[in-house]
């Protein structure tokens, strides 16, 4: 029967966030299964590393809200369906999700959605197309946080014939393992970011933009050296402005309004986030909105790292509160401070448990393999 089974999974672009590296993961785990996988994307630094032949990449403007390319990828995606004979059709983001939802219409094929995001509206019209996420025969949440949101918002546009259930994102654990990285590479990156070796790292990755909390970060660490005196770590903040210039700039006035400039560094860009995690001594989350899931505290924890984390969305699931690390009131940058100046304080016997607990955590319930099986096998209850 996997034999038979050809799933279609369609993505705006296959970056390096957490809904286009599940696409990734779930598009190789498929043939290895017997199963054929194809992938319809508008492009994506990812896609270079797409297996082409166990694979089959198609590129259309998927990404692009316009209702014209809309109506026309549904015609293209119908050919596509027929043409390949495709079983099912999952789609990760609105506006190819509706070009598949009149796909699997006039094709008759089984339509699923992942509902990655809380989706934000403000009036019924964006309600609305919003909904096509919950449209599927199967919709799958990333989170107990995302399966709240759904049936608090989207309750109406839900059918009872079909399907909405919890299935946590993973991480490649095998990646994202302290024991595979060296000194030598250690050394190679501190030098490029112009650091030190003998002071401490906390790092707050994620790309710029408000709701990651970056103006947060840095009122807690300058609360923090108010405390203690004296600079006694770098603050690195890691992540693109994807375009926001403005953004990236008040930070750095914030930073030097704070006489920080020499403490924080801000990096654009990271080839191997295993590496920068393991140079860090401690790992920050401080969105000041609810993350889907929150792989950053995924990733730390299964990097055997501190990680400190709002107290809202998927942290709550993912991070054991002083067991795996640490959760702080969200939008409280002295709570955060408080949290940082904590785990400073740590003996390292309490610093290696914590790092011990949280790979630990990661490993048994939100590793890749997990969540790659867990789909899978909704795929085949879903033509059966």
């Known amino acids: 029967m996997s034999s038979n089974l050809k799933v279609l999974q369609v993505i705006p672009k296959l970056g390096y966030g957490g809904a286009e590296t599940g696409c990734y993961d779930i ?78 219409k006039i094709t008759r094929r089984k339509f699923v959605t992942t509902f990655h995001g809380t989706y934000n509206f403000n009036n019924k019209l964006k309600r609305f197309y919003n909904s096509v996420m919950v449209k599927s025969n199967l919709v799958i949440a990333g989170s107990n946080f995302i399966f709240s949101h759904i049936k608090k918002n989207y309750s109406d546009y839900l059918d009872i014939k079909n399907k909405l259930l919890v299935i946590f994102r993973g991480i490649n654990v095998d990646y994202f393992d302290h024991t595979t990285k060296t000194e030598v590479e250690e050394k190679k990156l501190l030098k490029n970011w112009g650091i030190e070796e003998n002071k401490k790292i906390i790092l707050l990755p994620g790309r710029l933009t408000s709701w990651k909390g970056q103006e947060l970060f840095l009122e807690a660490i300058n609360m923090v050296n108010i405390q203690l005196g004296y600079e006694a770590f770098y603050a690195v903040i890691l992540g693109s402005d994807q375009g926001r210039d403005l953004y990236k700039k008040k930070l750095i006035r914030l930073s030097e309004q704070y006489r920080m400039n020499k403490q ?112 899978y096998s909704e795929y085949k209850k879903l033509i059966n």
């Not at 996988?37 to 316009?66: A, C, Y």
């Not at 609105?94 to 598949?100: I, Y």
Request: hydrophobic share 45%; charged share 20%; aromatic share 8%.
């Open 27 to 104: 598009a190789h785990y498929l043939p290895e299964n017997g199963c054929k996988s194809f992938i319809v994307t508008s492009g994506g630094d990812l896609t270079k590393f797409v297996n082409k032949e166990k694979v089959k990449l198609i590129k259309l403007p998927v990404h692009s809200k316009n209702p014209l390319l809309i109506l026309l990828n549904t015609l293209a995606l119908i050919f596509i369906i027929i043409f390949n004979n495709i079983t099912i059709v999952h789609a990760r983001s609105r506006a190819p999700a509706w070009s598949c939802l009149f796909a699997t």
């Open 264 to 375: 924080v560094k801000f990096i654009d860009h990271c080839k191997d986030m295993a590496l920068a995690y393991k140079v860090s001594d401690i790992v920050v989350s401080s969105s000041i909105e609810p993350e889907a899931f929150g792989r950053v505290a995924v990733e730390a924890q299964s990097m055997q790292k501190v990680i400190i984390a709002s107290d809202i969305g998927g942290s709550n699931e993912t991070v054991i509160n002083e067991k795996t690390g640490y959760l702080f009131e969200s939008g409280n940058a002295k709570s955060l401070s408080d949290k940082i100046l904590k785990v400073l304080n740590l003996d390292e016997t309490m610093i290696k448990t914590i790092g011990i607990e949280g790979r630990k955590n990661i490993v048994s319930k939100f590793n890749v393999e997990k969540m790659c099986f867990s789909t």
